[in-house]
């Protein structure tokens, strides 16, 4: 997220933080930052920022879980339809743990929620050799504070467009 | 580092020396002296450290004497880290030295043991440091019964200036042993994770220091993500994750020379690592699509031997220390759970049967034990059980209390403790009796600790 932020200039650099913003206030509900309906118009179609705002760069997990929700499953299905139609980008699915888990089994939970992501990638067509998984466990939450509102943005799987690409 | 410099000198004392490397220390007993008293018809005094609770024992420990003027500031020193150390191993108490009667101004001549009963001390410890015209350290101490009225321990040691610490930790040694009979675990190191930054964007360097927390030393700069340090048998290496271009991979890093490498040539992320008791051999997980599977890989001959093969989650391996046997968690029966297999791999027993999840399993270096962590109705807690799974007893108990690593002689184990929130985790020990907690001072916020062998 703060990779693409980065990167992003003049107005649409609003559309996105607002979405940061919803995250980092632990919205109750998931899916509020997947878009946002009103910013939908900011990004240019194509761009990385369009692949974050427009069609959302996670996925989210229940706990201890590597199941894709209806949720996961919706926001993948347009993530393929994204890169198929602009497969000139190559990417990377990061997989990440709440800190409810254990250091090391986190890391193998966050390997697989990559792995979950990209099966579901592979499936819809897109090509192997442009993606690569790498979990992080639980060392690089996104919303932190000591409940569940918090744990539940952290576990998921984000699919980072690689800036080269 | 220093001690391979050490001089070897006098080299009589059995205790300190034998099977080792390297000679760390020149050490000697001092005879005892011949005493006025003969000796009491009473009991020894003797600490039982199995014992489920236990009154800590009155000790006296007068400032060591400085051999020369000039001498009397360290001396007081590896007195105060003396007494630190058994203070905190909760089965000392020492007294106030407000208190003391005598002052001890020769540790040739035999105590006032009337002075010391006076105050309720049981035992005494008295020692002097002297530094010799080559620069080096003379640390001389003896341990005295004081209701019995004898000399219950002597010994003399030399070592470099620089190394006045180790002296305090290794008379520690010397003092629990004599008198609980099991090994001590001062003269130890402890390597973890330093952590600072906000926790979206933690920093975590790999960090070195004395089981009380002094003589920190960074070994790596936090540009790369560092996880799960563990000490090889000698203390020279140490093997972690680390995350940095491509996959995370498991490194081994000699202590000593800085020297990195990468273990091994897997087709994917390696992590978890632990070494083999006789640290020949690197064991860890390696991720596969969703499954992570353990592996082993004997350091001199390269070659990797699969372990597990399952469809599940198996990581976290650690060896019994007859090098036989290798608990594991696994997630294989659904939830992650303790199993035991053949250090060869092959057939796994499952023995956690608790409620809730066990995971991090660590065998204790006696091998009557395996500490883990369990988490169990939003409270993440730290155990023991024996390797069949039988006699499983809670420890520690609350909100996140992970990662358990054992001290050498198996009584005292260490965790990290995260309160949540925005904070960071905090590193603790408790007795494997339940009781004793310390917290351990670090710098920053710490995690990930691994207790080294006795370095002498």
């Known amino acids: 997220m703060i990779a693409v932020i980065r990167g992003l200039r003049g107005i649409q650099i609003a559309a996105v933080l607002a979405g940061a913003l919803t995250l980092a206030a632990c919205a109750s509900n998931p899916t509020a930052q997947n878009g946002g309906a009103g910013m939908a118009g900011a990004a240019t179609p194509g761009s990385a920022q369009d692949f974050v705002v427009n069609v959302g760069d996670r996925i989210f997990f229940e706990t201890d879980s590597t199941q894709l929700t209806p949720q996961a499953v919706a926001t993948l299905e347009k993530q393929a339809q994204w890169l198929q139609r602009y497969n000139r980008y190559t990417f990377t699915i990061e997989g990440h743990a709440d800190e409810r888990g254990t250091r090391e089994y986190n890391i193998a939970l966050g390997a697989r929620r990559a792995q979950a992501a990209q099966d579901f990638l592979i499936s819809r067509g897109i090509d192997r050799s442009r993606m690569r998984t790498i979990s992080y466990g639980k060392e690089r939450p996104v919303a932190v504070c000591d409940d569940i509102s918090c744990w539940s943005q952290n576990r998921r799987a984000v699919t980072v467009l690689n800036a080269s690409s | ?456």
């Open chain 2, 1 to 456: 580092m220093t001690e391979k410099s050490l001089l070897s000198d006098a080299v009589s004392d059995r205790r300190f020396l034998p099977g080792r490397r390297d000679l760390l220390l020149a050490a000697a007993s001092i005879a005892a002296m011949q005493l006025p008293l003969l000796r009491s018809a009473q009991a020894q005094l003797r600490l039982d450290v199995t014992q489920g609770t236990i009154q800590p024992v009155p000790i006296a420990l007068p400032d060591f004497v400085g051999g020369t003027p000039a001498d009397s500031n360290v001396a007081r020193n590896v007195t105060q880290i003396i007494t630190s150390n058994l203070r905190r191993s909760g089965l000392f108490n020492p007294i106030d030295p407000a208190a003391y009667i005598e002052k001890i101004v020769n540790i040739d001549a035999v105590p006032k043991f009337p002075d010391w009963r006076a105050i309720n001390a049981q035992g005494l410890v008295t020692g002097r440091i002297t530094k010799q015209s080559d620069g080096r350290l003379k640390a001389e101490f003896r341990l005295w019964d004081v209701f019995a009225g004898n000399q219950l321990a002597g010994q003399q040691y030399f070592t470099t200036a620089e190394n006045w610490r180790r002296i305090a930790h290794i008379i520690s040694d010397a003092i629990y042993e004599r008198l609980t009979g099991e090994k001590g675990y001062f003269d130890t190191r402890i390597v973890f994770v330093d952590e600072t930054g906000p926790k979206e964007r933690r920093v975590k360097r790999l960090a070195l220091m004395d089981q009380d927390g002094a003589n920190v030393r960074y070994l790596t700069r936090g540009d790369d993500l560092v996880l799960t340090p563990r000490f090889s048998p000698s203390t020279q290496e140490i093997t972690y994750m680390s995350y940095g271009q491509g996959d995370p991979r498991v490194y081994l890093l000699n202590v000593e020379t800085g020297q990195r490498e990468i273990v091994g040539n897997f087709p994917g992320m390696t992590f978890s690592p632990r070494f083999s008791p006789d640290g020949q051999r690197v064991v860890m997980s390696l991720q596969q699509g969703g499954n992570s599977n353990i592996f082993a890989m004997d350091l001199r001959s390269r070659s990797t031997m699969r372990l597990t093969d399952t469809a599940a989650i198996d990581t976290a391996p650690s060896f019994s220390p007859d090098g036989a046997r290798i608990c594991f968690e696994s997630d294989r029966g659904g939830r992650p759970q303790i199993y035991v297999m053949a250090a060869s791999g092959g057939g796994a027993q499952r023995i956690s049967f608790g409620e809730g999840s066990y995971s991090t399993p660590v065998w204790s270096p006696r091998g009557d034990y395996i500490a883990y962590t369990r988490q169990h109705a939003g409270k993440f807690g730290i155990g023991v059980m024996k390797p069949d799974g039988s006699g499983e007893r809670i420890l520690v108990e609350g909100f996140h209390n992970e990662g358990p690593t054992w001290a050498p002689n198996g009584r005292v184990i260490m965790f990290f403790r995260d309160s949540g929130g925005k904070g960071g985790p905090s590193l603790y020990t408790i007795d494997i009796t339940g009781r004793n907690e310390q917290k351990v001072p670090t710098p920053s916020f710490a995690s990930d600790p691994a207790w080294s062998p006795l370095l002498s």
